[in-house]
């Protein structure tokens, strides 16, 4: 009878270790799989731009390539009053709950990035992992910043020509100095990967306005480039009318299209949500290789185990400066920027990003 007993525990302890190595097993393969595909993203360190912020020729052909914007900024500005920018005090605050990463949207349409881009668009996605609250928070690229470092340090120029003169890098260092918040990782796309994302995810649900069917229509007569016809109301589209719209203020001001980028992003991160596992695994083998980052495996892991917090939360958006904190100033090359209040936007944005102050 003891000898039974004992066979039988044998063969339970048996099995119970065939399970945990087949569950060992499977966890080994299922974690090779999530670094096989975070290894796609492009980690590849950021090209030096000391030659563009040494190059006599730089800043010329910043003013040729921003023709078209300046006179923009022109109009915009004409009504504000001029005033110095007012830079933030304080400490750069962080909270070990709070994870931001900045989104830089370059303006390339090509698979390569370039040292030769602007930040067209540049959000900051905060993270709270306490709470599950994530913030999109863009930043106006016109807003007049000073210069941190390289040829032109201390002169102000538009938030997007930053990329130009320090990549990356630079900012970021500009969002952390100028709003004193801590910001030390980015995530990079351009044109090609926004119109390829949308794509490979089955298209985005967006709801347009008269004016904004217009311009689209118009883009699709006068670049074609796959833009579909489209009505008023909602309509489902394909990454380069995505893009048309998102590019879109000629009909309103960049104020707007700033919303309209929140917008589709909102709308992506929605469709993502009804992916099956298989058009998941398309979609991430097509996008991941057109993301630079500078984001680790581990630090995405970490994230994605807290997915379940906030998955299903729409975002709790804002546009940086805040209505009545900037005026008007000249920069570089006599560019029109907004001056702002960074002092004041910098409270305001650590209040929406960590809570009030004590």
């Known amino acids: 009878m003891k000898e039974k007993e004992k066979s039988k525990k044998k063969t339970i302890l048996k099995i119970a270790i065939s399970v945990i190595v087949v569950l060992f097993a499977l966890a080994l393969v299922g974690y090779s799989f999530i670094l096989s595909k975070l290894n796609m993203l492009d980690r590849t360190p950021e090209d030096s731009f000391d030659s563009i912020n040494s190059s006599e020729t730089a800043e010329a052909e910043i003013v040729q390539e921003d023709d078209y914007d300046n006179q923009e900024m022109l109009d915009v500005t004409e009504d504000l009053d001029e005033r110095d920018a007012i830079l933030a005090t304080g400490e750069i605050f962080s909270d070990s709950d709070v994870f931001n990463i900045l989104l830089i949207g370059t303006d390339e349409r090509t698979e390569e990035f370039s040292t030769n881009a602007r930040g067209d668009a540049c959000m900051l996605l905060s993270i709270n992992k306490s709470t599950g609250i994530i913030h999109l928070i863009s930043f106006e690229r016109g807003m007049g910043v ?24 630079l900012m970021m260092k500009e969002i952390r100095e100028c709003f ?20 490979a995810i089955g298209g985005v649900d967006i709801s347009l306005t008269q004016a904004e069917v217009d311009y689209i229509l118009y883009r699709a007569e006068v670049e074609g480039n796959g833009i579909q016809q489209v009505t008023v109301g909602l309509n489902h589209m394909n990454g380069a009318t995505a893009l048309s719209y998102a590019r879109c203020r000629k009909i309103d ?21 009804d992916l099956n596992v298989l058009e998941l695994n398309s979609m991430l083998d097509t996008v991941l290789p057109l993301v630079q980052t500078n984001l680790t ?22 546009t940086i400066p805040l209505e009545g904190t900037y005026g008007s100033m000249k920069g570089m090359g006599g560019r029109s ?22």
């Open 180 to 199: 004193k918040v801590d910001v030390t990782h980015y995530i990079r796309v351009n044109f090609n990967t926004f119109i390829e994302g949308i794509d």
């Open 337 to 358: 920027l907004f001056s702002v209040d960074f002092d004041t936007n910098a409270k305001a944005l650590q209040e929406m990003l960590y809570g009030a102050a004590e």
């Open 253 to 273: 001001s960049d104020w707007n299209r700033i919303s309209r980028q929140r917008t589709v992003i909102q709308a992506a991160v929605d469709q993502v949500k």
């Open 297 to 318: 495996n581990e630090e995405i892991l970490s994230l994605a185990m807290i997915v379940p917090l906030f998955w299903g939360n729409d975002f709790e958006q804002a």
């Open 146 to 169: 000073p210069i941190l470092e390289g040829q032109y340090e201390g002169q102000y120029d538009w938030l997007t020509h930053t990329f130009r003169y320090g990549g990356a890098e």
